[in-house]
């Protein structure tokens, strides 16, 4: 997996710095892939950070990809849902969404979906290992749709494809560096990785981008990833943007499979 060096995210760009608009900040969360002890920890030290903080106009942003991998697709979902009954909160589809959603009605796709997290989605919901074992591919899907509240189903439906904030703009995957922001197609918003990683021209914005693992954030001149590999690592990651500076609150798994000590680190510009 790729990697990039903490110390080379303090040091101070030349020339002036990008920034979202005057007296808004914005926390950016990485893929949570059903990490509900991280999610968990991370909403609180964001809440403690931001009652802490001066008085701002303030929007989290969750990157995408809430669900698979990890044990607790079911209880992330019903988490962010809860969250944005008391607070701004935005969410953008991720392509484990996208392929959750589509498993409902597509038998390929459901099986794609089973290979790449989605095992663990179904069983974070009241079904027994034991009964799952035994259902065929069609009974599974016939099963998702008791299993699964339409609560759930239209709640990610409506998850956005972009968000746009001053200088940055926030997506799942990436943008496909050929077009302009505005002509970008779902498909690459939740797909796209090798030819916009590989793009050595400037951007319209800084892309805030999730998707792509890193073992620690990944902060570039026109892009900032920040998948830190909540499922694999024991990282989740938010970005904290407010004006021109930029900060990092990290929960941290300390013992990984689910049952360390979750810490919190901090670092990043001063406000």
Same mark, same amino acid.
């Given at each position: ?44 030290? #964001?809440?403690?950070? +931001?009652? /802490?903080?001066?008085? @701002? ?7 995408? &990809?809430?669900?698979? $991998? ?92 972009? #968000?746009?904030?001053? +200088?940055? /703009?926030?997506?799942? @995957? ?7 922001? &505005?002509?970008?197609? $779902? ?85």
């Amino acid at each position: 997996m790729l990697k990039s060096l903490r110390t080379l995210l303090r040091k101070a760009p030349a020339g002036p710095r990008p920034a979202v608009p005057h007296g808004t900040r914005f926390y950016a969360i990485g893929d949570v892939h059903g990490c509900d002890r991280l999610f968990d920890a991370l909403i609180k030290a #964001i809440e403690e950070d +931001d009652t /802490a903080s001066r008085k @701002a106009d303030t929007t989290m942003v969750l990157l995408g &990809d809430l669900v698979d $991998r990890g044990p607790g697709s079911a209880q992330v979902i019903a988490r962010a849902r809860e969250w944005g009954k008391q607070r701004k909160v935005r969410y953008l589809a991720g392509n484990h969404e996208e392929m959750f959603l589509e498993s409902f009605h597509d038998l390929g796709v459901l099986r794609h979906f089973l290979k790449h997290g989605g095992r663990e989605t179904i069983l974070s919901y009241p079904i027994k290992k034991s009964e799952y074992n035994k259902l065929e591919l069609n009974e599974l899907q016939d099963r998702l749709h008791d299993l699964v509240p339409q609560e759930d189903r239209d709640f990610l439906a409506g998850f956005e494809e972009m #968000i746009l904030a001053g +200088d940055y /703009a926030f997506v799942h @995957a990436c943008i496909d560096p050929r077009r302009a922001l &505005d002509d970008q197609s $779902r498909k690459d918003l939740l797909w796209i990785r090798e030819r916009f990683l590989m793009h050595d021209a400037p951007f319209e914005k800084v892309i805030v981008h999730g998707h792509t693992i890193f073992e620690d954030v990944d902060a570039q001149d026109d892009r900032i990833g920040i998948d830190t590999g909540a499922f694999r690592y024991g990282r989740l990651t938010a970005l904290v943007l407010e004006g021109e500076t930029r900060r990092y609150i990290q929960a941290i798994e300390r013992s990984g499979k689910g049952k360390g000590a979750i810490e919190i680190e901090k670092w990043g510009d001063t406000p």
